[in-house]
Each structure stands twice: as C-alpha cells, then as structure tokens.
C-alpha cells in the first residue's frame, strides 16, 4: 500500500429519508479541524436516491467537495450496496482519513467498509487529532508524522487509550453523535459536486426491505436540552428522582441519569449520559448524587457549567465541575429548588 497515494479527510454524510443527519454536519466540522493540520480539504461522501440537491447543505456547514452516489438502489438503508458504494468511493479517491457517524447506521457500515478495504477502525472514539505515533517512541523506534491519533475509553470505561493506524489507509473512525460540534453555517457557501457511479451488480440487492415500521418517540432528546439535572446512584431510589424533576421543571430543563441508574431500573436508557449512553452539551449540567466514573464524565464534560452536588468531598466529579457542593442531596435539592422557585416568582 503506497500510503502517500492518501489525501484528504473524508466524512459519510448519512442521511434518512433524504434529510441529513446532525451528525454529519458535526463529523465535518472536526474535519475541517483535521483538514487543516494536514493541508488538504474535507470531502462528504452522500449516499442515496434523490439526494443530490442535499449537497447545497453540506457545503453550507464546511464541506468543500461533496461526492455523490445517487441510485435508486440506495433508497433505504441495506448493509450490501452502501458498504459497497462507500468502499468503492474510498478506493477510487483514496482518502487519508475516513470518518463515519457510530449511529446504528454507522455501525454497521463502518466496520463492513473498513474489511472491504483492509483498513482498521477505531469506535466510538471521544477525541481525534493530528500528531506523532507512538507517541513515546523507545530508542531506535521511528514515530511517524501527521498520524490520526483516535482516543476512546478502553476497559468498560477505566482507562483511556489513544489508537494510531499507522501502516494502513485510509485511518478510519467512528464518533458518537454529540460529542464533536458542528460549525456555524454559511448560507449560501457552495463545494464541487462529483457523482460516481459505483457500478452496481445484483448481487448488492440480496436483502429486500418488505416493510419499514418506525418508532414513535415518546421521550425528548436529552441532547438538545439546554439544562440536565442528572442524577447517580446516590440519588437512592426511583421516587427519589421526582426531586430532581421538580428542580428541573423550575429551571426548564429535564432529568438524565448515569449507568447506575439504569442498571437499577429507576430511568429508561433514553436519559443516560456516557460512554454507553448519550453526549450531552448543555449550557448547564447539574450532576447530582454522581460520583464522575470516566465513562460518565466522557459523555458531559463539555458542558457550558457543571454543579456538583455529592455528600463524598473526594469524588473525581468535582475535578470537572465549575461549582461543587459537599453535603446531603435529600436536603440540598429541595432547598435549592425553593429557593429557585422564590426567585422566579419575585420576577
């Protein structure tokens, strides 16, 4: 593999139902990042029927080249011909990095893609940058320049490793939606479009979709909510959890929870924040009865301002937290709350 065939950063731009998914906009945004360590450009990589007029938006939020593959064989979601289309566009224009969204889509095409073109993958990964691997190079070891360096939690979330590819190309990733950000857009900004025909064969329709059967969402998105009163183990029990309903309602924001709660049966997994649950930015994150495992703290530490509040003045969640609070949350919550709805009502 002749590695400096490779340029550019490339990102899967998925789409359902011809509406592009958030997570694009933010893949391209830390492409542009990445792009602009190595001097070269980002290019998304849509596919789909009937969405190339799409293109317009993803050159609104960074992309400067968008590559198209627009055939009614990519209607709706099958494993066989998108991982086909996408492996034939990254062996037709070789990209240096491959980024893909660890959505359900995206986990199951990046992986398959990745095979396809003998390449490794790193998932889920919280961070990527450009830099030198290994990174502490032993006397006659040669570190290699301007490698992706992928940083995921390792070990169900107890360490942190960072992961180079450094022999293959392109370097794949995939990144959980959320915890990158997407750029401001720029009405109007346009980026060269190229359709590529992948060439199809029958062989790429042996799965036929019969019937498409979507859920209704009855629980609100965490991640778009501007304050998150997320609760741990501490927090006791699942009655206990209207407390920190109230003081959310007060505020305008909603309730999240940890792992532990989940596992315990007291919220459904709709509301967890982590490594296993969801990125959350809020301008506010209240972590109360939370202790600050990293896998939890991998999934809200770029909140705008957290609050801590724990009775344990040695929990690792206040290394993170704006403000902290050591005491008894059964006694601090409710007082904080009042204190809350006094002041609003005065206004």
């Given at each position: 593999m002749a590695l400096e065939e490779y340029k550019g950063v490339f990102i899967y731009a998925q789409q359902v139902d011809n509406e592009i998914s958030s997570i694009a906009f933010e893949l391209i945004g830390k492409g542009k990042e990445l792009a602009?360590?190595?001097?070269?450009?980002?290019?998304?990589?849509?596919?789909?029927?009937?969405?190339?007029?799409?293109?317009?938006?993803?050159?609104?939020y960074g992309a400067d080249k968008v590559i198209v593959v627009d055939d009614p064989m990519l209607e709706v979601?099958?494993?066989?011909?998108?991982?086909?289309?996408l492996a034939a566009v990254i062996n037709e224009y070789k990209p240096?990095?491959?980024?893909?969204?660890?959505t359900a889509i995206g986990r199951d095409l990046g992986p398959t893609v990745s095979?396809?073109?003998?390449?490794?993958?790193?998932?889920?990964c919280t961070m990527l940058e450009i830099g030198d691997f290994p990174l502490n190079p032993v006397p006659g070891q040669e570190?290699?320049?301007?490698?992706?360096?992928?940083?995921?939690?390792?070990?169900?979330?107890?360490?942190?490793?960072t992961i180079a590819c450094p022999d293959n190309r392109p370097q794949m990733a995939t990144v959980r939606p959320?915890?990158?950000?997407?750029?401001?857009?720029?009405?109007?900004?346009?980026?060269e479009v190229i359709e590529f025909n992948p060439g199809f064969?029958?062989?790429?329709?042996?799965?036929?979709?019969?019937?498409?059967?979507?859920?209704?969402?009855?629980?609100?998105?965490?991640?778009?909510?501007?304050?998150?009163?997320?609760?741990?183990?501490?927090?006791?029990?699942?009655?206990?959890?209207?407390?920190?309903?109230?003081?959310?309602?007060?505020?305008?924001?909603?309730?999240?929870?940890?792992?532990a709660v989940v596992e315990n049966g007291w919220l459904p997994q709709d509301y967890q924040v982590g490594q296993t649950g969801k990125t959350v930015r809020p301008n506010v994150y209240f972590a109360i009865g939370i202790?600050?495992?990293?896998?939890?703290?991998?999934?809200?530490?770029?909140?705008?301002?957290?609050?801590a509040i724990n009775k344990d003045a040695d929990a690792p969640i206040f290394d993170v937290a704006d403000y902290g609070i050591v005491g008894d949350l059964n006694k601090i919550v409710p007082m904080l709350t009042e204190a809350l709805k006094a002041d609003v009502a005065a206004k």
């Open positions: 602009k360590d190595l001097d070269t450009d980002v290019t998304a990589v849509l596919l789909g029927s009937n969405v190339k007029g799409l293109a317009d938006q993803l050159a609104e979601y099958r494993t066989e011909p998108y991982a086909h289309a240096e990095i491959m980024l893909v969204g660890a095979a396809r073109v003998k390449t490794g993958l790193t998932a889920d570190q290699k320049h301007n490698q992706l360096l992928m940083t995921r939690p390792a070990f169900g979330g107890n360490t942190i490793a959320g915890v990158m950000q997407k750029l401001e857009p720029v009405k109007g900004a346009k980026a064969e029958e062989n790429d329709r042996y799965v036929e979709i019969l019937d498409i059967v979507k859920a209704v969402g009855t629980v609100q998105n965490i991640m778009d909510a501007k304050i998150l009163v997320s609760g741990g183990r501490g927090v006791g029990s699942k009655e206990n959890f209207a407390m920190l309903q109230d003081l959310a309602d007060v505020l305008g924001g909603m309730v999240s929870c940890s792992r202790s600050g495992a990293i896998q939890h703290v991998a999934g809200m530490e770029e909140s705008d301002i957290i609050i």
